[in-house]
Every structure is written in structure tokens, then in C-alpha cells.
């Protein structure tokens, strides 16, 4: 049996889930306009516990979400996640995001364009297949009307993620479909299970998140 704690914090949907044997069996989630993580991640992580009878020394593994998505939603779902894997002594899991993104749509056709928002007119995103087997991998694309238009042009795409509103002010194609969502530790409970069967386990001491771009400070507006 194993009991995975997965942590999911790169937007701004704060997303714990407990599974066991890759069956997610308790979920808790909120999803701020702002940025919360700091003050909820604990305290759900408590709830979920305490929601499945299951103490801290009972889990086997914890497994994140590794990025891209916000810098410091990052850091504080993996500075959580080591933490506990180090008090422990279990394993560290990391899930790219946008692989946990993709899982929130299940095709028989086409393709899946999973994204999260990033400045301006950009994305982070990656394509997969019906599959979940990813055939573009993750990268930060300026969109534009000619976006994705080789995988567009025969085949049903389905654009999810935080972005959709975005790309759908732009994209204009009849093989578009958009699904407003975000990255949630529900869809991770599978992911990290087959990676805790492999041993596909993080460096705890090196291991840090993928941010895919440099961090960039906006400077405060107060005087």
C-alpha cells in the first residue's frame, strides 16, 4: 500500500490530496483571487490527514507539482514538500504541471493543449496526445492568430489551463475548443503513484522547481 500526499500550488488554486494506491481519497482545494498558500497549505494538508485517518508517519511519499507556474507558488508547495520528506525520511515525487493540467480532459481524438498564463500575451505550455504522452514539450510561446495552427488544421484541440480566455481572444479556429481550468492535486494521484513504483524519486538536498524562466521582482508602487 501506498499512502501520497500531493501538494499542488503553481496558480493560484491551492490543491491538497491524500491517495492511496494511486486513488485519490481525500481532496481540498481553494481556489483565491490572491495568492494564499503560505497561510492555507498547512492547515489543508492537516485536514486532509485528519479527514483520512491517516498520520503523518503513515504516508510513504509526498509528491509536488514541479512547474512551470508562479514563483512563488512554487517555492512554497515545494519548500512544504521537502520539508515533510526530510522530517519523514520519505521520498520526494515531483509531476510537471502541465502534464497534471492535461489530465483534466480525456479525448478519444485530437489534441491537448495544456497552458498557464504567464505576462502579457505569453504562455507556459505543452502539447500531448489522447494518450497524455507528450509530443511538444513544455515551453513559453507568444501567442498569436498562427498559434498551434499545425496541429489545428485536422484535428480536434482542446485548449485548458488558466490562459483559455486569452488564447481565445486570439485563436479563431473551428478545431478550437477551450476548457477553463486549473492544475489541481486530484489528477496528480495517479502520476505520482506510477512514479513511486518506478522509484522516480527527487534528489531531496538538490531538487529545485522548474520555473522555466528567470524570476523577475516588479517593483512595489508604494512611495
Known amino acids: 500500500m501506498a499512502n501520497i500526499l500531493n501538494i499542488e500550488t503553481s496558480t493560484t488554486n491551492c490543491s491538497v490530496a491524500l491517495s492511496v494506491n494511486g486513488e485519490h481519497i481525500v481532496l481540498k482545494e481553494d481556489n483565491s483571487s490572491s495568492y494564499s498558500h503560505a497561510e ?3 492547515v489543508y ?3 486532509v490527514l485528519t479527514s483520512a485517518q491517516i498520520s503523518r508517519d503513515e504516508l510513504h ?3 509536488v507539482s514541479k512547474g512551470p507556474g508562479s514563483y512563488t507558488g512554487l ?3 515545494v519548500s512544504a514538500a521537502k520539508g515533510l520528506c526530510y522530517a519523514l525520511d520519505i521520498p520526494l515525487i515531483s509531476v510537471p504541471t502541465l502534464e497534471i493540467l492535461a489530465h483534466k480532459v480525456e ?3 485530437g489534441y491537448i493543449v495544456a497552458m498557464l498564463d504567464a505576462r502579457r500575451m505569453e504562455v ?3 502539447v500531448f496526445d489522447t494518450n497524455y504522452q ?3 514539450p513544455t515551453s513559453a510561446k507568444v501567442l498569436d492568430p498562427s498559434s498551434y495552427n499545425d496541429i489545428l488544421q485536422n484535428q480536434p484541440v482542446y485548449f485548458v489551463g488558466n490562459s483559455v ?3 481565445q481572444s486570439i485563436i479563431n479556429h473551428p478545431n478550437a475548443h477551450f476548457d477553463p481550468h486549473f492544475p489541481s492535486a486530484q489528477q496528480m494521484c495517479g502520476l505520482s503513484f506510477s512514479k513511486f513504483q518506478a522509484e522516480n524519486f527527487e534528489n531531496l538536498a538538490y531538487f529545485e522547481p522548474f520555473y522555466l524562466k528567470d524570476f523577475i521582482a516588479i517593483p512595489s508602487k508604494k512611495t
Open 165 to 167: 480566455e486569452k488564447t
Open 107 to 109: 479525448l478519444q481524438k
Open 75 to 77: 517555492r512554497i508547495g
Open 45 to 47: 494538508i492537516d485536514e
Open 40 to 42: 492555507r497549505l498547512h
Open 124 to 126: 507556459y505550455s505543452a
Open 134 to 136: 507528450c509530443i511538444e
Open 61 to 63: 511519499a509526498v509528491a
